[in-house]
């Protein structure tokens, strides 16, 4: 007997990669469903939805663009480091514009006659950015340029960015007020309550074809208190926890099972008060190869699929069993946080460093002050990448003395900090205030 047949499933509740047939309908989602729905059903112009990774933001994009799919066009960017004519580019191909000319004044002038034929038939057209924070400003403000294409009567273009809570803040920036100005309508993504994650678990089980509860209340408050009621932790931990009490013969999760399952997750050391027998430090192994064994059951039980479709949301990676949850989630306090021993360079390497026009680096050396975060919560890195590794995480009003800075090609700026434990990082110039010695 297999994992799902143990537990009479039809499918695995808690996979990590967003399927709207899981979609939770919390008050919470469906009011910011309904706020995107008004926005584009009224030609508002823009909307914003942020939160924090994991809380379910690309599944509700799923769930919205199934609903407009027989009613709008749309262009769901998932890239957005794009220079604005990448951009453009990207957003006529997503919607099957042809652009034989790279010339932007024609492309820009057949995405409006695209844009009023969409109009006089009535249909919708609606670009969607996913983990928008990440745009250039220049892209941005090329964002902003489109929205002016409109009629007399209304905006012919719908525009949805999504992305980290940074990203409100970004947008009050100068420069940026001009876009911020035109947002209609902002929506927040929390975390799940503490009944909320119970209700989660158990709605999931039952739509996998499960009829009763299969967590015990203890079992589903320690998945909260670990997971603190993001979306994506919660499919983690009960996925594992679910697989810890399939190998101990239970057919009821319970909270020593999500313990084992958060020890392993997490790669901590072994907690107290976890029971003797099956429940032991050689059932943390046995999980391991469990893990993957059930999943090589479900893959050649699973029918084939069809390809997903160019337009179709990305789901994100999923995390191999015996990989560590790293701690750069807000709601990861209790697992051992990841720090990097090896300090970072003094200057990025060479392949990192943009190019400007004579051939020299673009960058600023010698800049002194001090930067205060802005943001609730803010990520300092190795580098001057936003994909670079997190050395240190920050917290509204904590500050730094400022060492250097780099400016991009782009105009992005970031500013290189002293840490507290005497290392350097990099800080994104927009997250940040800085005060400079008269």
């Excluded at 499933?9 to 919390?26: H, I």
């Excluded at 009567?153 to 525009?159: D, T």
């Excluded at 958060?262 to 790669?267: F, K, N, P």
């Excluded at 999923?318 to 990989?323: D, F, G, K, R, S």
Aim: hydrophobic residues 40%; glycine residues 6%.
């Amino acid at each position: 007997m297999d994992y799902l047949e143990f537990f009479h499933l039809n499918d695995p509740p808690f996979g990590l990669s967003p399927d709207s047939t899981y979609f939770y309908p919390s008050k919470m989602h469906n009011d910011i469903l309904a706020s995107l729905d008004y926005a584009v059903t009224q030609k508002e112009g823009f909307s914003l939805v942020t939160g924090e990774p994991g809380v379910g933001k690309t599944m509700s994009l799923k769930v919205f663009m199934d609903r407009w799919r027989e009613k709008a066009d749309m262009a769901l960017i998932l890239t957005p480091r794009l220079a604005p004519e990448e951009f453009l580019q990207a957003v006529l191909a997503d919607l099957h514009i042809p652009a034989p000319t790279s010339n932007k004044n024609e492309m820009i002038q057949r995405f409006r006659d695209f844009l009023l034929e969409r109009s006089e038939s009535g249909r919708r057209v609606i670009i969607i950015v996913d983990e928008a924070q990440n745009l250039p400003d220049g892209t941005l403000e090329e964002l902003r340029l489109l929205s002016n294409l409109e009629t007399e009567k209304e905006k012919l273009l719908q525009i949805i960015l999504v992305g980290q809570p940074e990203l409100r803040s970004r947008l009050h920036y100068p420069g940026l007020q001009q876009l911020d100005q035109r947002v209609t309508v902002r929506a927040t993504l929390r975390p799940l309550s503490v009944e909320e994650t119970s209700d989660y678990i158990h709605y999931r089980v039952v739509k996998a074809g499960k009829g009763t509860t299969i967590f015990d209340t203890r079992a589903n408050k320690a998945i909260y208190r670990f997971s603190r009621g993001i979306p994506r932790l919660i499919n983690l931990i009960a996925s594992r926890a679910m697989m810890v009490a399939f190998i101990d013969s239970s057919h009821q999760i319970r909270k020593e099972h999500v313990r084992l399952a958060i020890r392993h997750v997490a790669d901590e050391a072994p907690l107290s008060g976890t029971r003797s027998g099956l429940l032991s430090k050689g059932l943390a192994g046995l999980l391991v190869l469990a893990l993957a064994a059930a999943g090589i059951v479900y893959y050649n039980r699973r029918p084939s699929a069809p390809a997903p479709s160019v337009a179709s949301v990305s789901p994100k990676t999923q995390l191999p069993a015996n990989t560590p949850v790293q701690a750069t989630e807000p709601a990861m306090a209790q697992a051992s946080p990841q720090t990097s021993t090896s300090p970072p360079p003094t200057t990025p390497p060479t392949s990192m460093r943009p190019t400007a026009p004579d051939g020299k680096t673009e960058r600023s050396s010698g800049a002194k002050g001090s930067a205060t975060v802005t943001v609730a919560a803010a990520r300092l890195r190795d580098q001057p990448s936003a994909n670079s590794e997190v050395v240190h995480k920050a917290t509204e009003g904590d500050v730094f003395e400022v060492v250097d800075e780099w400016t991009q090609p782009n105009g992005n700026k970031w500013y290189k900090v002293r840490l507290p434990d005497g290392r350097d990082g990099w800080i994104a110039s927009y997250i940040v205030h800085l005060d400079m010695p008269r």
